[in-house]
């Protein structure tokens, strides 16, 4: 077995009405003028109310996070810290709340001297940070065990700031939280997770036993509670076992980095506006036919460990699991076409072009990928 290196959140607190055990980690991380990074959307459900109706200190409600987030809706947020003196930050929703959450821990320090654009790409983040508590209200993005911030950079382009300084304190995992998301937002979510595994088990340069075993039971759990989360939205104890799977697979894709159907979703999130859940529904099997040349002992795994009881050879197996994928997308109720989504067919050209500026991405692919490659999958979801 070769060496790795293997990183995550120091503390998960994991279960139903977990959110109960919120304030101790406040108190243990010395926060007393807490900033809640939040959206609207969450604030207008009673989400965000019973998250500070925990909190027995001093705190800043902020609201203004959207999808996607812009540079200069990270940077209002962190002047918001700075004005109100925060001294710690609690990361509330989903991946863009989380993320914006890790950026303000860093930026918002007194004695931190770094700008946001000195931040892009990997380990270009300094010391120190806030203590940050990430609370996920969707089980996708796995955001709260990850070491990424994605900030849109430009009218169609995102960039990623990665390093484990961004690593939270703690993670806090309740499934009541999620209950109410809306359906498309489950199966969008819930398919980006099984994304995050499928990607992190055949990640090129840094797959290892420990993300392996992540990736597989994230898998095995996604695959279950899935379709009875959105058959069953009220269920408790799918909707936990979907969020426990979506941090298992950002446990996995934060240490054996996702690939090619990250690479190929971002410009269509950048140019289509869909949210990344929705694009890597959109082109995740198209990838594993074109990775399954070099993948097919490992998607024949994959296969055996979501269906023990599937039979036949590796190549049979492969097929069998990316069906099985098809299926899985086909039965989430997104549209999985984009001419169904009103997208141009002459916007493709510009897509495969920008996805190849995802070179951070492209080259954990198990297979190279080329432009030409990149049209013909786009040409094939059109």
Known sequence: MSGFVFQTVSNLIVGIDSLSQMNEECRRLNMRNIMVVTDHGLVAQGIAKQVTDQIQTNYQLYTDVQADPPEHVVLSAVEFAKQSKVDGVIGLGGGSAMDVAKLIAVLAHPKQSQSLQSMYGVNQVQAPRLPLIQIPTTA??????????????GETTKSGVVSPILYADTAILDAS????????ITAATGIDAMVHAIESYTSKHKKNPYSDLLAIQALKLLNQALPVALKFPQDLEARQQMLFGAMLAGQAFANAPVAAV???AYPLGGHCHLSHGHSNA?????????????TETLYAELMQAINPNAKGSTSELCQQFINHMQNICAQSGLKLKLSELDIAEDLLDTLAHDAMLQTRLLQNNPRELSETDALAIYHAVF
């Open 140 to 153: 996708g993005t796995g955001s709260e065990v990850t070491p990424i911030a994605i900030v849109t950079t």
């Open 282 to 294: 959109l082109v995740l099997c198209e990838v594993l036919k074109f990775n399954a040349p070099v």
């Open 177 to 184: 939280l999620t209950v109410n998301l809306p359906t498309h």
């Open 262 to 264: 990250h690479a190929l």
